[in-house]
């Protein structure tokens, strides 16, 4: 069989300290998952069930690349990010089996045009223009289990041209990668090649042309991403 178009391929992910790539399915990414960033957006951080949207697997680029300031925004915010690679599907996945879903890890930015979220927000209306957009979603390449563990403490952080932005601990969830798998499995069938990104810490911020991003999860990985002039 042949495809009817030319059709640009699956989005993969590099595995670290190998030769195979990660296919990536769906992107999904769970909002307000550090009580200081729900308090800096204006929410309640109390343990409200975790909410998810999504990314379309296109919108990830790697480390490394220096992308065009995205189209239709004047406020464009970074959001580092762990990410979190399923490597067995399922669905009503307890807590307690969670982890033998993941494949491994990777350091990510849900990269956001906070403004255009913001218009859809007031407005009742899907959040996609604000997230769901081209180069949206910068990734590293994934650490495997065997590599990292399952990383549930340590430092998560952002230097937007060398200056600490975003500072936060893993530890400091208010879903843990566990819960969030057993939660995201009740809502639709987890399948492998799916992503998570698993929330930001506080101190979210804008992104002007020329800056360059610099994000850190402990024993995950460093990204860096650079935005041209
Ligand atoms: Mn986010």
């Known amino acids: ?102 494949f491994g890890y990777g350091v990510g930015l849900d990269m956001t045009r906070r403004d255009v979220q913001g218009e859809a927000k007031k407005m009742g209306r899907p959040w996609e223009m604000g997230k769901a957009f081209d180069e949206s979603a910068p990734c590293t390449a994934l650490k495997t289990v065997a590599m990292v563990g399952h990383p549930a403490k340590g430092a998560i952080t952002l230097k937007v041209n060398g200056v600490v932005k975003q500072k936060g601990d893993l530890s400091e969830m208010i879903w843990n990668v566990p819960e969030t798998i057993a939660y995201l499995s009740k809502m639709i069938t987890l399948r492998p090649g799916d992503l998570i990104m698993s929330g930001t810490p506080s101190g979210v911020g804008p992104v002007q042309r020329g800056d360059k991003l610099e994000g850190h999860v402990d024993g995950v990985g460093d990204l860096t991403i650079s935005y041209a002039r």
């Open 1 to 102: 069989m042949t495809y009817a178009i030319d059709f640009p391929g699956i989005t993969t992910l590099p595995v670290a300290e190998s030769h195979q790539a990660f296919p990536v399915g769906r992107i999904y990414c769970v909002g307000r998952n550090y009580a200081e960033h729900a308090r800096e957006m204006g929410h309640d951080p109390d343990r409200e069930p975790p909410f998810f949207f999504m990314k379309p697997p296109d919108a990830i680029v790697m480390s490394g690349a220096t992308l065009p300031y995205p189209t239709i925004t004047q406020d464009l915010h970074h959001e580092i990010e762990m990410i979190v690679a399923i490597g067995k599907g399922g669905r009503d996945i307890p807590v307690e089996k969670a982890l033998d879903h993941v």
